[in-house]
């Protein structure tokens, strides 16, 4: 089992940028696909970024050029790199570590991100 703990959300201004952290304990960090979802008010939760073990990553249509999703298996850490926010990107960002192995997710207790003048 891993647990997660997100940290680095905040108020920015349009155009501005965040890094999020997501701080994994438990065991075995490495072997753990990452993702960081968001979830706006009224809206489901989406997914943003994925990067799995071996470090390839994806990103939805909407952070493509803007965001960047790492990793440091040393720090047991994801990060979410977000640059030239706009106020649509205004959501509580999830972290999420999924085990295929074991087919077993699991999920951080969010971050508030709120892009606003």
């Known amino acids: 089992q891993v647990q997660l703990v997100e940290s680095g959300g905040g108020l920015v201004q349009p155009g501005g940028s965040l890094r999020l952290s997501c701080a994994a304990s438990?065991?075995?960090?490495?072997?753990?696909?990452m993702g960081w979802y968001r979830q706006a008010p009224g809206k489901e939760r989406e997914l943003v970024a994925w990067?799995?073990?071996?470090?390839?990553?994806n990103y939805a249509d909407s952070a493509k050029g803007r965001f960047t999703i790492s990793r440091d298996n040393a720090k047991s850490t994801v990060y979410l790199q977000m640059n030239s926010l706009k106020p649509e990107d205004t959501a509580v960002y999830y972290c999420?570590?999924?085990?295929?192995?074991?087919?077993?997710?699991?999920w951080g207790q969010g971050t508030q991100v709120t892009v606003s003048s």
């Open positions: 990067i799995t073990s071996r470090g390839n990553t």
């Open positions: 438990g065991t075995f960090f490495s072997i753990y696909h």
């Open positions: 999420y570590a999924y085990n295929n192995t074991a087919n077993a997710g699991y």
